[in-house]
């Protein structure tokens, strides 16, 4: 019997897959328990048309990522560090920095965990940063340091 998972099931399926199940294993549990239901037109129907949504919001989002990467290219976030004589930074700049100093200069809100930093920057100057916003769209900004 043909069955649609409404919930990940683990050695069966995922979520809003189509299974073929056994007959008494769907009738005797997958269905009495609400973790199926059966794969007629009618569900079939609206199993397309929820992944036909979901597809549309994915190309939304994409768009959306590509713009934030297109404004990001331009950028030119300015952090303001104490730095020593011989220029050395006392601490670091973090990816939380660089995502608080986006938002209060430029209104661009990005977590700070899709900002790609191997470690802190901790010389003066001018870094190009990369930032992972969405599956396939990274963007890139210029990040310079400068002492106050």
């Not at 059966?38 to 199993?47: I, T």
């Not at 030119?76 to 011989?86: I, P």
Request: aromatic share 4%.
């Amino acid at each position: 019997m043909k069955v649609i998972l409404k919930a990940d099931i683990k050695g069966v399926g995922r979520k809003d897959e189509v299974i073929n199940a056994s007959d008494g294993y769907a009738r005797n549990f997958l269905l009495p328990k609400n973790l199926a239901v059966e794969a007629n037109n009618d569900n079939m129907a609206k199993l397309k048309a929820k992944q036909n949504a979901i597809q549309y919001q994915k190309n939304q989002e994409k768009e959306e990522a590509m713009k934030v990467a297109d404004k990001l290219e331009k950028i030119l976030v300015k952090v303001k560090v104490k730095a020593g004589e011989n220029g050395k930074i006392f601490g670091g700049v973090s990816a939380k920095e660089i995502a608080q100093e986006l938002e209060k200069e430029y209104s661009i809100k990005v977590d700070k965990k899709k900002i790609d930093l191997k470690e802190t920057i901790k010389t003066l100057g001018t870094q190009v940063v990369e930032i992972k916003l969405f599956e396939g769209v990274i963007g890139k900004v210029k990040v310079d340091v400068i002492s106050e």
